[in-house]
């Protein structure tokens, strides 16, 4: 099992690194950040091996449509064991104020930050969806429900986001990954990898909310609330430079991300 | 050149790290003569050296012939901004490249992450003196005091040196650029960006000519990312690029306008025997350069300097290892950031001689002809004027000699990332942060170290 444990410490160093990118000075490098995303990936892999290797790796492998049954019956083999999968789920705003009282050093440097962010980035993507992608309605119009008072905040974020040229439409709004929206977001999502990604990503969630259990530091939960927004992080990977305002813009807009502990949101942001 | 900080006598350890972090060298390189050495820095600064030459018969013997003395310092780059995405441009100078020499003049091309300049470095030591209408401070004489006419003459004054910006050539980049290399045409150049090839012409600042694009349509499918890129030394049609999943991709510009189909693709399968988290990480080429001849490319990855036959494209011919120590210690050095350390390359004037970095100041140097390699240091203490270069080792098991360093006891933070080798002669000039080293080889088999 010690793979497994390195497997989720390499990650948790990973995204770490992604978030610390953004703060870094002359932009994001975008050479450093695929390399980084391919060992995240090669982590993830490893760390989810060990639980499905067999239904993982056939979920990888179906396409359209399948992939999110499989990971609703994944879920029910691995029933929320933690508060943290509970507050996962439910779409509650104070959740924010409580998570981020995490020991951690990290979290609350950035609290603050993410925090803000992570609405930004909702009200953003909102703002643009609505404009791109009538499929997603539902999603953006839960996203604004659920944030009213983020909408200045929002706005000096979103110019950006729609003025950069290089942006890509429908691929950004598939970060969200709930599992209410996934079907929404199948039709954004263009390539196979990608949705491994994402069928991957759900079992991370519910991979490492097993794992929170094994493990005792707080970087597991961040792992795990994250754990939904894997794919979008992933399939990330390369927007990185001219998406840097995007990405505010990228992140999910789904009820539950938005309750996740604002670091790892944050995370998700990049 | 910089200060070190051991001198700067500050408490404060983050203020000394603000001191230095401008004076941190981040390129290295000689001018084709090998008369000239410029190095760019972290802080936009380009300073160049120039070699005194000794008039006197026995230079060798004199010893102090030879010495690189700062020639020229100026401000390349200054940090910049970019609105639309609100970002930071660093004015860290990413390369440096020389022009071949033409007249009196030198020239030299810099580069930060966006934007490329071609600077002329040119010396003035004469001056005119003699105005009519001017006294000798510039100042407008009353007319009324000029009685006779004279023609102004040119008088022998105090060597200056000028250096002058002469192009810039912007906004060809998005993405930022890793590497610029002049053409043996003389006109035209390449500049490098994560996903971008562009190729210039030296007058021309508003046009380039995108000769790669290996963007792909959806940037969710980027896999690879280019590296570095450099002209052939002969051939003006050829040029090659790596990428950081270990490929070197030769193109011939001959072919299509668009060089996105390489002409070659050199690659080494990878052994699935050292598989690991971060094998894409290591087998990331940092640098790639072409052998004097042109026959051969010389690349470096994390942990080896491998050395391809252009008429060979299944693998390298020659593979040095440079660290294997540190395969064991990946994930540490991936905790630290040391793993994503660019270290160049370079051959000697003959292309016997290969050299690259490694950390705790130390840099390695291989014999082509023998296969061996030996590890010297690029550290002050040890090395005084004259100095013989001590070889190093790192103990990696079996009987341990005294001097021998601990894999453990390696200081990451002192890294020998550049470094240039004298295009004729055995004079190489090591970077150790913001220490410029110059060794020079003797006829007599002594090495002697001048440091600035």
Known sequence: MEYKVEAHRIMSISLGKIYNSRVQRGGIKLHKNLLVSLVLRSARQVYLSDYYSGACLNAQSEREGNEWDITDSEREKFPPSTTECDRVESPEEPQLTEQPEASEKEREYRENDAEKSERVDCTSTSEQESNQNSSLDSVSTETTTESPSDTTVAERDSTPVVVNGESHQPPKTHVCSSNRKRSAEESESGDAPQKRTKVASSNTKEDEEEAEEMDTGNVSNLITIFGSSFSGLLSKDGTKPEAEAEESGQICCDQMLKNLNPWSTAIVAF | ?452
């Open chain 2, 1 to 452: 050149m910089g200060e070190d900080g051991e001198s700067t006598k500050i408490n404060h350890s983050f203020l000394r790290d603000y001191v230095t972090e401008a004076d941190v060298i981040s390129t290295v390189e000689f001018n084709q003569t090998g008369d000239l050495l410029a190095t760019g820095d972290k802080g936009g600064r380009v300073v160049i050296f120039q070699r005194e030459t000794e008039s006197k018969g026995e230079s060798e013997e004199l010893g102090e012939s030879g010495e690189y003395n700062v020639y020229s310092t100026f401000q390349s780059h200054e940090p910049d901004f970019d609105y639309l995405k609100s970002l930071e441009i660093e004015e860290k100078i990413n390369k440096i490249r020389w022009l071949p020499q033409q007249d009196a003049a030198h020239f030299l091309l810099s580069t930060n992450d966006k934007t490329i300049k071609l600077w002329k470095v040119s010396e003035r030591d004469k001056r005119p003196e003699g105005y009519n209408l001017k006294d000798e401070e510039g100042r407008i004489k009353d007319i009324s005091t000029v009685t006779s006419l004279r023609v102004p003459v040119l008088k022998p004054t105090d060597l200056m040196v000028e250096v002058r910006p002469r192009r810039v050539f912007a906004n060809g980049h998005t993405y930022h650029v890793n590497s610029i290399s002049v053409n043996s045409d003389g006109e035209t150049y390449l500049s490098a960006d994560d996903l971008r090839i562009n190729m210039w012409h030296l007058d021309i600042t508003d046009r380039s000519f995108n000769i790669v694009d290996i963007k792909p349509a959806n940037m969710e499918d980027l896999t690879e990312v280019i590296t570095a890129a450099e002209f052939h030394p002969q051939h003006c049609h050829l040029f090659v690029y790596s990428s950081s999943k270990g490929t070197l991709r030769l193109c011939d510009m001959r072919e299509s306008a668009l060089c996105d189909r390489h002409s070659k693709i050199f690659e080494e399968p990878e052994d699935p025997g050292n598989r690991s988290f971060f094998s894409e990480i290591i087998s990331s080429v940092s640098d790639v350069k072409f052998s004097h001849s042109g026959r051969y490319l010389l690349t470096r990855d994390y942990l080896t300097v491998k050395v391809w036959d252009l008429h060979m494209e299944k693998g390298p011919v020659e593979t040095y290892q440079v660290h294997e120590y540190l395969r064991s210690r990946l994930c540490s050095l991936y905790e630290n950031d040391c793993i994503f350390d660019k270290f160049e390359c370079v051959w000697n004037s003959t292309d016997s001689v290969i050299m690259t970095g490694a950390y705790n100041s130390f840099f390695r140097m291989f014999d082509r002809e023998t296969g061996r390699g030996v590890t010297l240091e690029a550290w002050r203490e040890s090395s005084k004027p004259r100095a013989v270069l001590r070889t190093r080792r790192v103990y990696t098991g079996g009987r341990r000699r005294r001097g021998d360093v601990g894999v453990d006891s390696l200081d990451f933070t002192k890294k020998i990332l550049h470094m240039a080798w004298h295009p004729a002669e055995n004079i190489i000039a090591i970077a150790a942060t913001n220490n410029l080293y110059i060794f020079q080889d003797r006829v007599k088999p002594e090495n002697q170290c001048e440091e600035t």
